[in-house]
Protein backbone atom coordinates (compact mmCIF):
# COMPACT_ATOMS: atom_id res chain seq x y z
CA UNK A 1 0.00 0.00 0.00
CA UNK A 2 3.12 2.75 0.63
CA UNK A 3 4.03 2.25 -2.75
CA UNK A 4 0.74 3.54 -4.30
CA UNK A 5 0.27 6.42 -1.79
CA UNK A 6 3.63 7.70 -3.38
CA UNK A 7 2.04 7.43 -6.48
CA UNK A 8 -0.83 9.60 -5.52
CA UNK A 9 -0.37 13.61 -4.19
CA UNK A 10 -3.45 15.21 -2.54
CA UNK A 11 -4.83 18.57 -2.47
CA UNK A 12 -7.14 20.56 0.37
CA UNK A 13 -8.92 22.99 -1.57
CA UNK A 14 -11.40 25.41 0.41
CA UNK A 15 -14.62 26.12 -1.86
CA UNK A 16 -15.51 29.20 0.24
CA UNK A 17 -19.03 29.11 2.71
CA UNK A 18 -21.60 27.70 1.03
CA UNK A 19 -24.58 29.97 0.22
CA UNK A 20 -27.79 27.47 0.04
CA UNK A 21 -28.79 24.10 1.04
CA UNK A 22 -28.60 22.55 4.65
CA UNK A 23 -24.78 23.33 4.96
CA UNK A 24 -25.69 27.13 4.65
CA UNK A 25 -23.24 28.93 5.75
CA UNK A 26 -20.78 26.97 6.72
CA UNK A 27 -17.32 26.41 5.42
CA UNK A 28 -16.82 23.54 2.75
CA UNK A 29 -13.56 22.06 1.55
CA UNK A 30 -12.49 19.13 -0.92
CA UNK A 31 -10.10 16.96 -0.91
CA UNK A 32 -8.73 16.16 -4.74
CA UNK A 33 -6.45 13.12 -5.09
CA UNK A 34 -4.70 13.00 -8.55
CA UNK A 35 -2.20 10.62 -9.88
CA UNK A 36 1.61 12.08 -9.79
CA UNK A 37 3.77 12.08 -12.83
CA UNK A 38 6.76 9.58 -12.78
CA UNK A 39 10.02 10.84 -11.42
CA UNK A 40 12.00 11.29 -14.32
CA UNK A 41 14.90 12.66 -12.38
CA UNK A 42 15.74 9.52 -10.44
CA UNK A 43 14.68 7.36 -13.16
CA UNK A 44 17.36 8.35 -15.40
CA UNK A 45 20.99 7.71 -14.78
CA UNK A 46 22.50 11.62 -14.80
CA UNK A 47 25.62 9.72 -15.85
CA UNK A 48 24.65 9.12 -19.05
CA UNK A 49 22.91 12.57 -19.68
CA UNK A 50 26.10 14.13 -18.85
CA UNK A 51 28.04 12.21 -21.49
CA UNK A 52 25.36 12.95 -24.11
CA UNK A 53 25.77 16.34 -23.36
CA UNK A 54 29.44 16.03 -23.62
CA UNK A 55 29.38 14.16 -27.15
CA UNK A 56 26.85 16.62 -28.69
CA UNK A 57 29.34 20.05 -27.30
CA UNK A 58 32.64 18.27 -28.13
CA UNK A 59 31.72 17.00 -31.62
CA UNK A 60 29.04 20.03 -33.00
CA UNK A 61 31.26 20.64 -35.96
CA UNK A 62 30.93 17.64 -37.09
CA UNK A 63 27.10 16.94 -36.65
CA UNK A 64 26.42 19.99 -38.15
CA UNK A 65 28.85 19.64 -41.42
CA UNK A 66 27.71 16.12 -42.22
CA UNK A 67 24.30 16.81 -43.35
CA UNK A 68 25.00 19.82 -45.04
CA UNK A 69 27.91 17.94 -47.62
CA UNK A 70 25.70 15.11 -48.13
CA UNK A 71 23.23 17.80 -49.54
CA UNK A 72 26.18 19.40 -51.59
CA UNK A 73 27.20 16.34 -53.39
CA UNK A 74 23.73 15.19 -53.54
CA UNK A 75 23.17 18.01 -55.46
CA UNK A 76 26.25 17.19 -57.59
CA UNK A 77 25.48 14.14 -58.93
CA UNK A 78 21.27 14.46 -59.35
CA UNK A 79 20.09 17.70 -60.45
CA UNK A 80 16.54 18.44 -60.32
CA UNK A 81 16.48 17.73 -64.24
CA UNK A 82 17.42 14.27 -64.04
CA UNK A 83 15.32 13.48 -61.22
CA UNK A 84 11.80 15.41 -62.99
CA UNK A 85 13.82 13.23 -66.13
CA UNK A 86 13.71 9.86 -64.39
CA UNK A 87 10.07 10.65 -62.80
CA UNK A 88 8.60 10.93 -66.24
CA UNK A 89 10.13 8.25 -67.81
CA UNK A 90 8.45 6.29 -64.93
CA UNK A 91 5.16 7.70 -65.29
CA UNK A 92 5.69 6.94 -69.19
CA UNK A 93 6.25 3.69 -68.31
CA UNK A 94 3.32 3.27 -66.44
CA UNK A 95 1.18 4.19 -68.95
CA UNK A 96 2.20 1.66 -71.53
CA UNK A 97 1.76 -1.22 -69.40
Known amino acids: MAGEQDLL ?3 IVNRGIES ?3 DAG ?7 VRR ?3 D ?6 LKYVKLGYHY ?11 PVLVLVFGA ?3 SWRSMLE ?7 RERHK
Open 76 to 78: ETL
Open 9 to 11: STE
Open 40 to 45: FVHSVN
Open 56 to 66: LINHWLYLATI
Open 36 to 38: RLP
Open 26 to 32: SMTFSVR
Open 20 to 22: SGP
Open 86 to 92: RWHHRKN
